[in-house]
């Protein structure tokens, strides 16, 4: 549940945007309190720590620009959410309240009810968003500095080992072959903190390839530098695993226009799926058994279906019970007019009465325990199914297992 903090002293405007907000939106559910004044704003911010503040520039006793500033000594800047809204369209109003740090701005009169929400919620998700990405920096700058400790250490045995090929370089072609292993890859190390030093925009790709012939290559006779060098790879591993996924949902949310759909079929999409997941699925002695009969082709985006049963099907491997393997089904039918793609699992199951509000949003996790994620797959199953028009509803009982149903609408 999200709390909004309307600030507004005129009765009349609070009892519109409450009465905008008070529908649930989507799988989230809001709750409002109000203020009246900038001084009652400022106590009720304080106390109830919400998570968007609503707050009218022109108030009897202060105006938005100065409250938004007094806002600043209670929280930290980079998780200030605020959406102004102004009496008149002004520009300049406007850009003074976006570098005050609003994160957005509507003008009276000019706005309805999706408009409203679809800010509010924008505000919000940006909000997670760079609270995410900032932790995830700092995490960038220890592996960095794990680097630098770790280059230190290294080039403290260049210099050994480099001595040491001196005295012995024509009597011993063994020592002169490591030396050599020894100096690539601390060119490729030297290329490795260069990259690394950059933030999440930088190829962390590159830094995945440096790392594996690093592995490969590279015998280190301390256990203490072996073990540093694992968990810097640790760190790298999750670091893209999180990266490829918040692309995946970028891509999503900036696709030009609708893609083109086609008509699929389910039996030889779901094998490409399977062929992709087979080492998980051998590894967990999993079964998967597919029931196409009824409806064997689906029309979609074929390209957007394949993540959806891949990400599905990856997470009922993934979340399965330690007792048993994972038994998983796919089946498909026609439900007035809605295709309707089934994925059942005997797996961890899920509190849909604790959770079921938060199941589709980002960076939600109900099974850490059960194995690494980011918390991303759910919601963009979610975005790729809303994009062709189509909804999912999800049964679940925790210690039983799961069954999302995709609902994908068809052509007359």
Not at 76 to 81: E, G, K, N, R, S
Not at 160 to 177: F, G
Request: hydrophobic share 40%; proline share 3%; with cysteine.
């Amino acid at each position: 549940m999200k709390k909004i903090l309307l600030v507004d002293d005129n009765e009349h405007d609070r009892m519109l945007y409450k009465r905008y907000l008070g529908k649930q939106i989507g799988h989230e559910r809001l709750e409002i309190v109000e203020a009246t004044s900038g001084e009652e704003g400022i106590a009720l911010f304080r106390r109830e720590r919400p998570d968007c503040v609503l707050l009218d520039h022109n108030l009897l006793d202060t105006d938005g620009l100065t409250l938004l500033q007094d806002l600043k000594q209670f929280t930290p800047v980079d998780t200030l959410c605020v959406v102004m809204i102004t009496g008149g369209g002004s520009e300049e109003l406007a850009v003074r309240a976006l570098n005050t740090g609003a994160l957005d701005y509507l003008v009276k009169q000019r706005f309805d009810q999706e408009l409203l929400c679809k800010t509010v919620m924008h505000a919000i998700e940006k909000n997670e968003w760079r609270q995410y990405v900032a932790r995830y920096h700092g995490q960038l700058q220890t592996v960095n500095q794990q680097l630098r400790e770790s280059l230190e250490e290294l080039t403290e045995a260049r210099q050994q080992v480099q001595l040491t090929n001196a005295r012995l370089l024509a009597a011993n072609q063994e020592v002169e072959a490591r030396n050599k292993e020894l100096a690539r890859t601390n060119r490729d190390l030297d290329n490795f903190v260069y990259a690394a030093s950059h933030d999440l925009k930088q190829p962390i790709n590159n830094l995945r390839g440096l790392f594996d012939e690093l592995r490969r290559s590279a015998t280190f006779d301390d256990p203490e530098e072996a073990e540093v060098l694992r968990l810097v790879d640790d760190s790298l591993r999750d670091l893209t695993t999180t990266v490829t996924d918040l692309s995946a949902v970028v891509q999503v949310d900036r696709a030009p226009g609708e893609q083109d759909t086609e008509p699929v079929a389910l039996a030889d999409l779901t094998a490409d799926v399977l062929q992709t997941l087979r080492p998980q699925l051998l590894d967990a002695q999993g079964t998967v058994r597919t029931e196409f009969e009824v409806l064997p082709e689906v029309v979609a985006v074929r390209t957007s279906l394949r993540t959806v049963l891949l990400n599905l099907l990856a997470n009922a491997v993934k979340y399965r019970h330690p007792e048993r393997p994972p038994q998983i089904w796919v089946r498909s039918r026609l439900v007035e007019g809605q295709a309707v793609v089934e994925v059942q699992d005997n797996g961890l199951g899920i509190d849909l009465e604790r959770d079921g509000a938060e199941l589709f949003h980002l960076f939600r996790r109900f099974h850490p325990e059960a194995g690494e994620g980011t918390g991303v797959g759910l919601f963009l199953v979610n975005r790729l199914v809303q994009a062709q028009g189509g909804h999912i509803a999800v049964e679940s009982e925790l210690g039983v297992g799961t069954t999302f149903r995709i609902f994908l609408n068809q052509p007359a």
